[in-house]
């Protein structure tokens, strides 16, 4: 698959990849294992998933983990775009005021964020719920898209606008048709943070909501105070399961676009 | 342009509409009545359940199906933190489960509701034992107007027998060299200063500086021996014999001794903590009648009994722990109490009480206990050196650079 | 001229005035007062809870923290840098495949992730020491240290090392000379991600580390849960907040001296 590559960069990735991966099959094996534990093999079984697939509490959480991560990449990741857009093209003090309240999410550990929201909502008088789990989401997921977008920004030449707008663009034009291309895969690696941080968060998620939304990580935290159940194994190998087939569409339908691209190139 | 800020608009209203239609969730499922049920997670049956021969797939399940209600089943880690997001203006939840000295703080804050016991038939299927140890221990509160119990259970040592050869009786046992490294403690103050002050034959609930100044030195002095202390649950590691003694709850010792065969339960002589989850109906309750009925329907003989057998800590309801010991746990020590003879008095048992401010003082003998020994100020000025050098680097190279 | 681009700021600015700023004012006002958060009606100013932080064994938890959040980050950054520029090396169509397998174990719960090494390096022997921890974070953190420096490396003029190597520079001096200076925006932005989470991060030390030091980020979690205690709690998060922004200061100061016109941060 990764062609061109020297054979000692390709055993680095591969390193890397095990790395990273090696905690993942752990779970996915206990999954499958007799033994309530982890670490101890002791029989295959498909007990678990049958469990996951009775349990309402963990269903319905992973339905709010997902509607909440989804809701909060997408408005976070146009948000901190269009805001890092703004944050370039403004001056250097401006921007330092801007960035270092920007910041302050990413610096403090999350159960400050986590009360110091809580205290907002009960000061303001909003009921906490999923509404207000999800703009928590936002909050601290926007800086990280405006962290990963600003490199890419300020990478860019300065004089692509400019020469945008002589060619008579406007400037919003010249936004959508220049830089945002120019900087998408900032744009992306900020998408995935986002989604990323939303999808990991207990502390923050734990305090801003009520009435019965939770979401995967609350129960799996408060679950692990007594016993972690295989059947969260369970979930995690389905969600994988999930995971690696997306990715192998989307990398069919890339390596077929660029089929497409390339013939068209050769008919020119 | 116009169609980028079409895709903005439609985003947030998309948001907002999703998020408005979710706000109402609380209150409806077509009009049923809807129960905020707090729990400790793990802490209810979520194996299937049969009542008058109608399968169902979990306790809960069978509550709202029965009783044809909606239960938002929230879940709490530690009293505490059930307690900062109880206090928190807007929080209305019908039926909480917190520990014995989280509902004394609860009671005497005036923030519970006391129990209409004609709307609890089931009541009187409760261990008269348990009702008689809450009145004893708590004397000054009417503690048993406020809760109905729903497990409870000791700390103890949980013991690989292969491996820790001499006898298990004594907290003594977690100071002794042979078992160095092999040893799991609470990241807790209360229970590991609990097992220190009980060694020295102090109350576990002592204000008194001098006692716990001596518990701290003996925690001091344990603590290389110390494999961890760990915050959450041992209970994988000790299924999975990877030290050899264990400070746990009973529930926990009956787990794990369910799991691995080679490991035994013992409660020190010089005493212990005696703990009681129970249930409770605060004030900010929006549902008091259908609160009763859930208390009512958790002390059922079929649902006690299921949740017993799926979370393994011991249950008030007497018929059920009678008929649980005879079938499943015979030899089950955790699991049973009355085999170790806590109601006989033969092992002297305490519970927590509120410590209210005090507890800052347990906390600053805990941190004094695990603060890191060395002095840091050495390598703290090393790393500050190495950095301003790499920046004095990084800045020489590029002044080079732009020769280029 | 740039009106219109740099109105997309304010929407912004709204919202972390809103949802970050007044937040952080709430937090302030409870580090200079004191009162108790069930009887939250009652304030009295004092500084008592600064004053209590400048104490020796907070100076040590503070000090423990940083150690270990800066052995995370440059680990993060030997070992993420020549991931992020092998990847920008790879075939441009399976670029974002690669990134996106970097992200994907992220998907999986992190305390189940935390477990499961928990299986993993008990094998090894090596479970509840300062080298478990400094494995959990960097296993955690090092995807916010590739995306960064991955995303500066794609933006460098290809015709740059092309320039350079057509120059007599061998593929060495050129990596030093081009590539590395003009990834710079993205090797310090991968540092402040990793570096800011890493200083405060509790549940990973405390799983792999087996709770035998308490952090900063314990020290605050346990004033705000435990101790209710929320005074001191943000005071000590006001603190850690100054001292971050102060170091970000000077590291934007640096970098303004070895970039190019300021453009290398904000």
Known sequence: MVKGLKIQHKIYLGLMFLFLYAPIFVLVLYSFNTSEAMGRWTGFTLKWYRELFRSDVIKNAFYYTIICAIISTIVSTVFGTVAAIGIYYHKKRVQDYVLNVNYLPVINPDIVTAVSLMLLYISVGIQRGFTTMVLAHIMFSTPYVILSVLPRLQAMDPHLIDAAQDLGATQLQAVRKVIIPEIMPGIIAGMLIAFTMSIDDFVISYFNTSGGVTNLSIEIFNMAKRRIRPTVNALATLMVAVIVMFVFIINRIGSKKKMEYRLKEDEK | MKRFFLVIFTVVAVFFITACSNKNQGGNDSGKQVLNVFNWGEYIGFDPVTINGVTYDNVIDAFEKIYNVKVNYETFDSNEAMYTKLIAGDARYDVIIPSDYMIERLIKQDRLNKIDFSLIPNYSLISQDIVNKLDEEYPDIEMNDYVVPYFYGTVGIVYDKTKVTKTVDSWSILWDEDYKKKIFMYDSQRDSLMVALKLLGYSMNTHDLDELQQAKEKLIEQKPLVYAYVGDSVDQQMIDGEAYLAVVYSGDAAYIMYNNPNMSFAIPKEGTNFWIDSMVIPKTSQNVELAHKFINFMISPEIARANTEYVMYTTPVEQVFNEVIEEDWANNYAYNPTIIDVFGGNIQTEVFRDPGDFIKEYDKIWSEVLSPERNYIVPIVIGGVVIIGLVAYLVLKKRKNRVY | ?266
């Not at chain 3, 709430?26 to 209590?52: G, K, M, N, V, W």
């Not at chain 3, 020491?129 to 240290?145: E, K, L, Q």
Request: glycine residues 6%; hydrophobic residues 55%; proline residues 5%.
């Open chain 3, 1 to 266: 001229m740039n009106r219109t681009i740099k109105a997309l700021l304010y929407p912004y600015v709204v919202w972390i005035a809103m949802m970050i700023v007044v937040p952080f004012f709430l937090i302030f006002f409870y580090s200079i007062t004191q009162s108790r958060p069930d009887s939250p009606a009652i304030f009295r100013f004092t500084l008592q809870h600064y004053r209590e932080f400048f104490k020796t064994e907070n100076i040590n938890i503070l000090s423990k923290s940083v150690i270990l959040a800066v052995e995370t980050t440059i680990l993060c950054l030997v070992l993420g840098y020549p991931a992020a520029w092998i990847i920008s090396k790879t075939n441009v169509n399976i670029q974002n495949m690669i990134l996106l397998l970097f992200i994907l174990p992220m998907w999986i719960n992190m305390l189940l992730r935390t477990y499961a090494w928990q299986v993993i390096l008990s094998r090894t022997g090596l479970l509840y020491t300062d080298t478990a921890v400094v494995i959990g974070m960097v296993y955690n953190f090092i995807p916010f240290m590739v995306l960064p420096i991955y995303t500066a490396i794609t933006k460098i003029d290809k015709s740059l090392i092309e320039a350079a190597n057509d120059l007599g520079a061998s593929s060495k001096e050129a990596f030093l000379k081009v590539v590395f200076p003009l990834s710079m925006p993205g090797v310090i932005t991968g540092i402040v991600m990793v570096f800011l989470p890493a200083v405060s991060a509790f549940a990973i030390p405390r799983l792999l580390g087996g709770g035998q030091y308490v952090l900063i980020g314990n020290l605050i979690e346990k004033q705000f849960y435990l101790l209710n205690n929320w005074n001191f709690g943000s005071a000590v998060s006001v603190i850690l907040m100054i001292l971050i922004l102060i170091s970000m200061r000077f590291m934007r100061k640096s970098g303004e001296i070895s970039g190019r016109g300021g453009a290398i941060l904000w």
